[in-house]
């Protein structure tokens, strides 16, 4: 496995696992924005991914979550 392949596995899981544990544990948008990329910059990708347009993917998915309790 390339580094490339091991870069993307990683973001996958944290996108497709982690995201939606801490949008599920969340009061609100904003703590689930700043908690999304807390865990981000100290866990998944330090130096290998900018948390750069991460509060509109967490956004996006706390949008579709909730949406399904409305």
Known sequence: ????????????????????KIIKDSDHL?????RAETLCENTYFETHRSIYGLDEVVSDMWNEYWSKYQ
């Open 1 to 20: 496995m390339g580094m490339y392949n091991y870069i993307s596995d990683i973001e996958t899981k944290f996108i497709e696992v982690e995201v939606p």
């Open 30 to 34: 904003e703590e689930a924005i700043k």
